[in-house]
């Protein structure tokens, strides 16, 4: 089969199975089956060497009731998954590409990602949820598993959570899962109806290869305690903090006052690691081995955004990040500290107009001080659409294509969103990036169906 029927086979397949979904809502207008399909094209240059890539993407979320078990009970399913075609050329393991990425890892040149697949049963009665699949948690840390997750309901204000599984390694081979597992529990606790506390455990054990093709087990014994307060209708803080093992691994303080009438909303974290943190399973995001080990370091910054009237607005804050010890910064793992204000117009020349410029400034070790600037004018184009331009700056930047860190990278963009139907938009996307290792168009287009 040629690359053009494959593309042509997946596309037709999700076609197929959002038309069953259109039929599926027909027949539950009640608990309608709601989802997308997206058909995409991507094109990239850096003046050298180009890439064409075709992307399908599924996503279904139908839940229905099952009245037999309580007023409040339904079942359902969730699914989410995705496809890449390399259309023009898929370069071999040992040729070097600048557009290397993981698709590229394959063994040919169409690669496909379930990231959720699970069923899932919810009551009011003591058994609140049942969910067996492929799902992701975040409450004790961001994880993806394949298996069982059960939550009780103890008392009136009080919940237990309990997983199980094999973590899911995504971007990885089901071969090298031999001798991984997950599990873990935690207890939810509303105290009062603005004041929770989770306490939890998990254990995981998860393969990974490492850069060099060495393999490495990830072990960790984690608990997590949280507390969030909810002091006004305005205000609310959120305290975390998590243990690996014996030892203190991190730590994390955010709060949020939001004053509607005034409109005015502050926000402000930081957040602390002690412990260095290991290679990470390949889960979400299939770069995260390229960033090896971080080491110790705090980051915090806070956010005000001032309101004057329907047309005006300002903000402006810091974000800071520390390395613990200073002489060991590596790439991806950096010091800084960035000062910015913006500044927003809204409502000109038309009622959904929104304008936005500000300025930006950088401070790094060594006296490395640089300042920049952005600004971004965007339109809503009825309720799903959408037109945008703009430019902004960053002073380290990933280039996951390359697997390298780039500096002083301006970016300039484009898009435009456009329903083309009650139920289809259109996209279409532009960007260019001017880094200090090269320069990068992207073209994007994409069609997108929503039932």
């Given at each position: 089969?040629?690359?053009?029927?494959?593309?042509?086979?997946?596309?037709?397949?999700?076609?197929?199975?959002?038309?069953?979904?259109?039929?599926?809502?027909?027949?539950?207008?009640?608990?309608?089956?709601?989802?997308?399909?997206?058909?995409?094209?991507?094109?990239?240059?850096?003046?050298?060497?180009?890439?064409?890539?075709?992307?399908?993407?599924?996503?279904?979320?139908?839940?229905?009731?099952?009245?037999?078990?309580?007023?409040?009970?339904?079942?359902?399913?969730?699914?989410?998954?995705?496809?890449?075609?390399?259309?023009?050329?898929?370069?071999?393991?040992?040729?070097?590409?600048?557009?290397?990425?993981?698709?590229?890892?394959?063994?040919?040149?169409?690669?496909?990602?379930?990231?959720?697949?699970?069923?899932?049963?919810?009551?009011?009665?003591?058994?609140?949820?049942?969910?067996?699949?492929?799902?992701?948690?975040?409450?004790?840390?961001?994880?993806?598993?394949?298996?069982?997750?059960?939550?009780?309901?103890?008392?009136?204000?009080?919940?237990?959570?309990?997983?199980?599984?094999?973590?899911?390694?995504?971007?990885?081979?089901?071969?090298?899962?031999?001798?991984?597992?997950?599990?873990?529990?935690?207890?939810?606790?509303?105290?009062?109806?603005?004041?929770?506390?989770?306490?939890?455990?998990?254990?995981?054990?998860?393969?990974?290869?490492?850069?060099?093709?060495?393999?490495?087990?990830?072990?960790?014994?984690?608990?997590?305690?949280?507390?969030?307060?909810?002091?006004?209708?305005?205000?609310?803080?959120?305290?975390?903090?998590?243990?690996?093992?014996?030892?203190?691994?991190?730590?994390?303080?955010?709060?949020?006052?939001?004053?509607?009438?005034?409109?005015?909303?502050?926000?402000?974290?930081?957040?602390?690691?002690?412990?260095?943190?290991?290679?990470?399973?390949?889960?979400?995001?299939?770069?995260?081995?390229?960033?090896?080990?971080?080491?110790?370091?705090?980051?915090?910054?806070?956010?005000?955004?001032?309101?004057?009237?329907?047309?005006?607005?300002?903000?402006?804050?810091?974000?800071?990040?520390?390395?613990?010890?200073?002489?060991?910064?590596?790439?991806?793992?950096?010091?800084?500290?960035?000062?910015?204000?913006?500044?927003?117009?809204?409502?000109?020349?038309?009622?959904?107009?929104?304008?936005?410029?500000?300025?930006?400034?950088?401070?790094?070790?060594?006296?490395?001080?640089?300042?920049?600037?952005?600004?971004?004018?965007?339109?809503?184009?009825?309720?799903?659409?959408?037109?945008?331009?703009?430019?902004?700056?960053?002073?380290?930047?990933?280039?996951?294509?390359?697997?390298?860190?780039?500096?002083?990278?301006?970016?300039?963009?484009?898009?435009?969103?456009?329903?083309?139907?009650?139920?289809?938009?259109?996209?279409?996307?532009?960007?260019?990036?001017?880094?200090?290792?090269?320069?990068?168009?992207?073209?994007?287009?994409?069609?997108?169906?929503?039932f």
């Amino acid at each position: 089969m040629t690359p053009a029927h494959k593309v042509l086979t997946i596309s037709a397949t999700v076609i197929l199975l959002s038309l069953q979904a259109a039929t599926l809502r027909a027949d539950y207008s009640d608990k309608p089956l709601n989802g997308y399909v997206d058909l995409g094209y991507r094109y990239r240059s850096d003046g050298n060497v180009s890439d064409q890539d075709l992307f399908q993407t599924l996503s279904l979320d139908y839940f229905r009731p099952w009245k037999s078990l309580g007023e409040s009970s339904e079942v359902g399913f969730v699914f989410y998954g995705s496809m890449q075609e390399d259309v023009d050329r898929h370069p071999e393991e040992d040729e070097f590409d600048p557009f290397r990425e993981n698709a590229d890892t394959y063994d040919n040149s169409i690669a496909s990602w379930v990231y959720l697949a699970y069923a899932e049963l919810s009551t009011d009665k003591l058994i609140q949820r049942v969910r067996l699949g492929r799902q992701e948690s975040f409450a004790l840390d961001p994880v993806s598993f394949d298996g069982a997750l059960v939550t009780v309901k103890a008392r009136k204000r009080l919940s237990i959570t309990a997983f199980g599984g094999l973590p899911a390694n995504i971007y990885e081979g089901d071969d090298r899962r031999n001798g991984d597992s997950i599990a873990g529990a935690y207890l939810d606790w509303r105290l009062l109806s603005h004041l929770s506390f989770l306490i939890g455990y998990m254990n995981l054990r998860d393969k990974v290869e490492l850069l060099d093709g060495s393999e490495e087990t990830l072990h960790q014994d984690m608990e997590v305690a949280q507390a969030s307060w909810r002091i006004a209708r305005t205000t609310s803080i959120t305290a975390r903090a998590g243990m690996l093992g014996p030892d203190f691994r991190d730590a994390t303080l955010r709060g949020t006052y939001y004053n509607y009438k005034k409109d005015l909303r502050i926000t402000a974290y930081y957040y602390q690691l002690v412990l260095r943190r290991e290679a990470a399973p390949l889960t979400d995001d299939p770069f995260s081995i390229l960033l090896g080990d971080y080491k110790p370091y705090y980051q915090g910054g806070s956010t005000v955004y001032k309101g004057f009237g329907e047309r005006y607005g300002v903000e402006g804050g810091m974000t800071f990040r520390e390395l613990v010890d200073f002489n060991r910064e590596t790439l991806f793992n950096h010091s800084y500290q960035r000062y910015f204000a913006s500044f927003y117009y809204y409502k000109r020349p038309f009622e959904s107009s929104t304008w936005v410029v500000g300025g930006d400034f950088w401070i790094s070790p060594h006296d490395v001080q640089t300042q920049s600037y952005r600004g971004e004018y965007s339109q809503k184009i009825s309720k799903r659409g959408r037109f945008q331009v703009g430019t902004a700056y960053q002073l380290y930047k990933i280039d996951e294509y390359i697997g390298v860190e780039q500096e002083d990278v301006r970016y300039y963009y484009v898009g435009l969103t456009v329903p083309t139907s009650q139920h289809t938009t259109f996209r279409l996307d532009y960007s260019f990036d001017d880094g200090s290792l090269r320069e990068v168009d992207t073209l994007k287009a994409g069609l997108k169906y929503e039932f």
